[in-house]
């Protein structure tokens, strides 16, 4: 999603709009996932390579999610950079976390570092978590 610096996603009727007033979808059953995972006591974290920063994480905002995520790291670069910061930040190892992607390369790339790795070519959704979640550590 490509924002124009000077007329930012907004939300009208309940409803995010870009900033060429079409509506921003989520997959449906995100909103759902994030707040059963944060009320199961997961800890939650986003790592995105977008080179849009500020849209990313006003959609976060717009979209009520920023709420769930402890951990943050959205900005251009190698997903491995991500989890680094992020694993220096928590103190949670590779070996400790589920990634959902839907990009191989970072599939790939996380993989080989120990990390569980979900590629989804469909999205999030409630059956893709609970079964990463069933086979983790497995």
């Known amino acids: 999603m490509i924002f124009r610096e000077e007329?930012?996603?907004?939300?009208?009727?309940?409803?995010?709009?870009?900033a060429h007033a079409q509506k921003v979808k989520h997959y449906?059953?995100?909103?759902?996932?994030?707040?059963?995972?944060?009320?199961?006591?997961?800890?939650?974290?986003?790592?995105?390579r977008t080179g849009e920063i500020d849209g990313a994480n006003q959609l976060l905002q717009?979209?009520?999610?920023?709420?769930?995520?402890?951990?943050?790291?959205?900005?251009?670069?190698?997903?491995?950079?991500?989890?680094?910061?992020?694993?220096k930040d928590s103190g949670i190892e590779f070996d400790e976390?589920?990634?959902?992607?839907?990009?191989q390369r970072n599939?790939?790339?996380l993989t080989r570092k120990g990390v569980m790795s979900v590629l989804v070519k469909s999205g999030v959704n409630a059956k893709v978590?609970?079964?990463?979640?069933?086979?983790?550590?497995?």
Do not use: M
Request: proline share 4%; glycine share 6%.
């Open 97 to 103: 976390i589920i990634f959902f992607d839907d990009e």
């Open 7 to 18: 007329n930012n996603a907004e939300i009208t009727s309940g409803e995010v709009l870009d």
């Open 129 to 138: 978590v609970d079964d990463a979640i069933a086979n983790f550590g497995s």
């Open 62 to 87: 717009l979209f009520n999610w920023d709420k769930y995520f402890t951990y943050k790291q959205i900005y251009p670069g190698c997903k491995v950079n991500h989890f680094n910061k992020i694993r």
């Open 28 to 48: 449906p059953e995100v909103p759902r996932v994030l707040e059963t995972l944060k009320r199961q006591g997961y800890i939650l974290g986003i790592a995105s």
């Open 107 to 109: 599939i790939q790339d």
